[in-house]
Structures are given as structure tokens and as C-alpha cells.
């Protein structure tokens, strides 16, 4: 087998959300760009969390409910920085592949953000990334016999 580093795989350039946004314009990102997750970066542009669709949704599930005691007050605005997940599991464009499958399996996460050495991202590797690898190796297979 073919041995794979993440920066061979991973989905650039990384499409992220400031940690201070409102959840509905990180639910709006992952919408216009057809993806899951996002990492949250600071005013230094690292990584400091990462949301997830899931976050978004529950979040707004469980804040959307009008109060009978401010029934003028339905909906709360909340920060991304309130909802996302940390501490953040990162992966280097150098790393061998496998480590970031052993950590998406060890933690039952979808997806890593791959950071440089200043944790700022360069880029995302996700189950999808894995999935088109395998379907990409199972063709080119299919071709040698």
C-alpha cells in the first residue's frame, strides 16, 4: 500500500470562522460552502476550536425557546466561541495519514484541521478526504487487473 501524508489528502485552502461570529453565520458558511465543520480561529488566526453543523443545530434548539418570562425576547444571539468543541485535535501537513485516521477513530470526530507550526490552518482533512483516497486506490487497482 501506498503511503500517504495528510497534506496529499487534506481540502484546502481551509475555510474558517472567527471565534467571536454568531452560530447562524458559522451556519451559513457551512451551508454556501457544502461542508460540516469549520475551525474556529482567534484574532491571531489559530485554531482554537472547531463547530460543527450538529453544535449549530443543537445550540439553536436549546436557545431558541421564547421565555415565558420575556416572551418579547425569543430568540439569543450566541458567539461561536460559546458552542464550538475544544480543546481542538490537530494534525501537521507532514503527518503520516494514519495519524489523523487513529485520531478522527479515537475521538469519533469527521474531521481535523491541519495547522502549521504556528497552529494557524492550511487546510481540513475529513472522512470524505479518506473516503475519495480509498475510492481513488480501489479504482486504481480495478485498472492493474
Known amino acids: 500500500m501506498r503511503h500517504y ?25 457551512m451551508e454556501s460552502s457544502d461542508i460540516r465543520r469549520l475551525p474556529v480561529v482567534n484574532g491571531n488566526r489559530q485554531v482554537i476550536g472547531i463547530i460543527s453543523l450538529g453544535d449549530v443545530r443543537e ?9 415565558p418570562y ?16 475544544t480543546p481542538v485535535h490537530t494534525v501537521r501537513t507532514g503527518d503520516d495519514l494514519l495519524v489523523a485516521v487513529r485520531l478522527m477513530l479515537k475521538h469519533k470526530i469527521g ?10 490552518p492550511v487546510g ?13 486506490m480501489a479504482e486504481e487497482e480495478g485498472t492493474k487487473t
Open 59 to 67: 445550540a439553536c434548539s436549546v436557545y431558541t425557546i421564547t421565555s
Open 5 to 29: 501524508l495528510v497534506r496529499n489528502i487534506m481540502s484546502q485552502p481551509p475555510i474558517v470562522v472567527g471565534w467571536d461570529a454568531p452560530i447562524l453565520e458559522a451556519s451559513a458558511l
Open 111 to 120: 474531521g481535523i484541521p491541519v495547522v502549521d507550526e504556528d497552529l494557524r
Open 124 to 136: 481540513m482533512i475529513t472522512e470524505s478526504d479518506i473516503f475519495r483516497l480509498l475510492l481513488q
Open 70 to 85: 420575556a416572551p418579547e425576547q425569543d430568540e439569543i444571539v450566541l458567539a461561536v466561541d460559546e458552542v464550538m468543541s
